[in-house]
């Protein structure tokens, strides 16, 4: 599966929205592009995941560039229950891909 | 949606001990389940995976006599840590896939040996 590669963090204004960029050039055609997030001592929440058309559900958006070298995850209204660690991971749709994680993208809502 | 238990939340266990986690897919039967293991600060770091009925696959460094999986069943998998030493201390966590709900991840367990 690709890598990607993410901020280390970022802060965002409670309200405000929030824009988390993840780079993942080298991708290749079948694979999705999968956001979830982590909050603290808790397991992963899935987000949103998209091929190369934009989605859009209950939690947050997913921009992919027309290359799909990069995306970004866009929650339109962060609250302080959105800071978590945000991973962005591309795999292929195979039954027997697992999940990796990187680094991920440690997002802090401030009042 | 799609749940997955895992319990306990939390063990202290002594050192030498034996410590065994559960991981349950709750409202669906899950094709493979995923063993992660967190060290403070850092991401999930993949153990093994285990498809029901079949031996689990572990990843390189991961000790498999050790690091004990059990899949008896398509809504169960159990990881035993055998002799449990202050090292493997850690947050573990499980997640199963299913076609239906893709992955699903359990809340995790954190794992203190004294």
């Known amino acids: 599966d690709a890598k990607t590669t993410q901020p280390t963090s970022m802060d965002c204004a409670e309200g405000r929205a929030a824009n988390l960029p993840c780079n993942h050039s080298?991708?290749?055609?079948?694979?999705?592009v999968y956001w979830y997030r982590q909050i603290h001592s808790q397991g992963p929440q899935y987000i949103i995941h998209?091929?190369?058309n934009n989605e859009t559900n209950e939690m947050a958006s997913l921009i992919i560039t027309e290359d799909r070298k990069s995306s970004t995850l866009i929650l339109p209204h962060a609250t302080l229950r959105d800071t978590a660690v945000y991973y962005c991971i591309v795999r292929g749709n195979n039954a027997g891909n697992m999940l990796t994680f990187g680094g991920g993208t440690r997002l802090m809502v401030k009042p | 949606g799609a749940v997955v238990s895992q319990h306990p939340s939390r063990v202290i266990c002594k050192s030498g001990t034996s410590v065994k986690i559960e991981c349950r897919s709750l409202d669906f039967q899950a094709t493979t389940m995923f063993w992660y293991r967190q060290f403070p600060k850092q991401s999930l770091m993949l153990m093994a995976t285990?498809?029901?009925?079949?031996?689990?696959?572990?990843e390189q460094g991961v000790e498999k006599d050790k690091f004990l999986i059990n899949h008896a069943s398509l809504t169960l998998s159990t990881l035993t840590v055998t002799s449990a030493h202050p090292e493997d201390s850690s947050f573990y966590i499980c997640s199963a896939r299913s076609l239906i709900y893709g992955y699903t991840f359990g809340s995790g367990t954190r794992l203190t040996v004294v």
């Open positions: 998209g091929l190369k």
């Open positions: 080298t991708i290749s055609g079948n694979e999705y």
């Open positions: 285990s498809n029901e009925g079949s031996k689990a696959t572990y």
